[in-house]
């Protein structure tokens, strides 16, 4: 298959137009070749979107808001003895997520129970000194020894059952009756399960993850930006996810970058689509005005192209534009992109198609006279 590729320069070389870029754009080239050539290499075309004015792309990832997600781990060295839920499973508060068993929990709940006798007895001794010392009998400084034990004795009590409540575990109701040191652990949110430890009988440490919860009724995106992106962002931006049909609202902007020189912003989704917990999405980014920040770019200059369709050719990106006798590599100024897509600025007729698939191909012919 003989393929002949001509050369020729940029009309606006020849008319004396600024480039965006500091270096000279390469030479347009034009790649020659018929319909049945196109085929063999797997090029096919769509025809040239136009970009919505101030649209930016980005990727992100599907969370819930803080405190609506949630891990229940072990709370003490033990097993997981038996599962009442599984993945998927909606739950309320207060729902038995399992039942735990741990040696450490018969210590903590007869430490509970020791503290609390001890309270009753301190309880009684003090009311009985105070008896005896109204009849006379005994000195105050007695009264003051029984008083100071009973307050002992209630912080010990105090203290065994925040323990045994920040375990999280219930040690009554049906599903409790299975021996001193096992108890129920119980979901702190209504949600949904969306992931369970299902070995049971293996032994865990202390602070495994067992499960974990999420209120999913409302979710929110973790969104990646570069620096320059985030400037042109603000709280009330539209986002919008065109492969989920799902939409949000921009709510948070990070106002500085992290290592590497990225920001962050956050969205609550208005319109949930088909959105799930954890996926990564591309999302496109309404921003608002610049307030002199940056270039707006001209009016019916801007197109949005699928990401693969851009190639990189002597540091510059380029896509390939159809014309009647095959392809012409054109130079584009990339103003933002994602995994999917990408929105490029460059002067081209409005009916224009460009190559979506075989970008390899095309690329190689470039590379063949080189």
Not at 89 to 103: A, E, H, K, Y
Request: proline residues 5%.
């Amino acid at each position: 298959m003989a393929f002949r590729t001509v050369f020729f320069l940029a009309c606006c070389a020849s008319a004396g137009m600024p480039h965006v870029n500091a270096q000279p754009a390469p030479a347009l080239r034009e790649l020659r070749m018929d319909a049945k050539q196109q085929s063999a290499l797997g090029v096919h075309t769509a025809r040239l979107s136009p970009a919505q004015g101030g649209l930016l792309l980005a990727s992100a990832t599907v969370t819930t808001p803080p405190g609506k997600d949630i891990s229940i781990t072990a709370p003490y060295a033990g097993q997981l003895s038996r599962v009442l839920v599984g993945l998927g499973d909606t739950v309320r508060i207060g729902t038995g997520l399992g039942l735990f068993t741990s040696p450490m929990l018969g210590e903590a709940r007869r430490q509970w129970r020791e503290a609390s006798l001890e309270a009753q007895n301190t309880q009684a001794a003090l009311q009985r000194d105070q008896t005896l010392l109204e009849e006379g009998i005994i000195p105050a400084v007695r009264l003051q020894l029984s008083r100071n034990k009973h307050e002992a004795a209630q912080a010990a009590l105090q203290s065994s059952a925040a323990e045994l409540a920040a375990s999280g575990l219930r040690f009554s109701g049906p599903d409790a009756n299975n021996g001193y040191a096992t108890g129920v652990l119980q979901s702190p949110i209504s949600g949904v399960v969306i992931d369970a430890f299902t070995s049971v009988g293996q032994r865990v440490e202390a602070g495994t993850v067992l499960f974990k919860l999420a209120d999913t009724r409302q979710l929110q995106l973790d969104i990646q930006l570069s620096g320059d992106k985030a400037a042109r962002l603000k709280v009330g931006d539209t986002v919008s996810i065109p492969s989920r049909q799902a939409q949000g609202k921009i709510t948070g902007v990070s106002p500085s970058l992290d290592a590497g020189q990225s920001a962050k912003a956050r969205a609550l989704v208005t319109q949930r689509g088909d959105l799930r917990i954890g996926e990564g999405v591309s999302v496109q980014l309404q921003a608002g005005l610049m307030n002199g920040k940056g270039s707006t770019p001209a009016s019916g200059s801007t197109w949005s192209v699928p990401a693969r369709a851009i190639s990189q050719w002597q540091g510059q990106s380029m896509i390939f534009v159809a014309n009647a006798q095959g392809f012409t590599a054109q130079p584009v100024r990339l103003l933002s992109s994602n995994d999917d897509s990408a929105v490029v600025e460059v002067q081209l007729p409005a009916n224009s198609q460009l190559a979506i698939t075989g970008i390899a191909s095309l690329r190689a012919l470039l590379q063949k006279d080189e």
